[in-house]
Nanobody
């Protein structure tokens, strides 16, 4: 059974940094595309970043966020810097098979497995 468990969320001031972690069990993260999505209150869930052999980012976070993976720990990270109040959201870790991933890596409904989410709040 697959489990994705996020951690590292919290309250931070604008301009600050946080690092989110996603610990995966029941799958080998290097065999999947791993991604972060986020959902702000009253808004739809949106793509943030993903990693396979390359990394992919939403334009809104490019240059501020970095996704990485530690295969030995089966864990994916999202380093977030220069945070803005607009980054406030629940952040979700997700995983999907690599089949057909190119061109669809930002597509939410292709992800089979999801974590429970971790809240990130950025105060102004």
């Amino acid at each position: 059974q697959v489990h994705l468990v996020e951690s590292g969320g919290g309250l931070v001031q604008a301009g600050g940094s946080l690092r989110l972690s996603c610990a995966a069990s029941g799958l080998t993260s290097s065999d999947y595309a791993m991604a972060w999505f986020r959902q702000a209150l009253g808004k739809e869930r949106e793509f943030v970043a993903a990693i396979i052999s390359n990394t992919y980012y939403a334009d809104s976070v490019k240059g501020r966020f970095t996704i990485s993976r530690d295969d030995a720990r089966n864990t994916v990270y999202l380093q977030m810097s220069t945070l803005e109040p607009e980054d406030t959201a629940v952040y979700y870790c997700a995983a999907r098979p690599l089949t057909g991933v190119i061109g669809t890596i930002r597509r939410e409904y292709d992800y089979n497995y999801w974590g429970q989410g971790t809240q990130v709040t950025v105060s102004s």
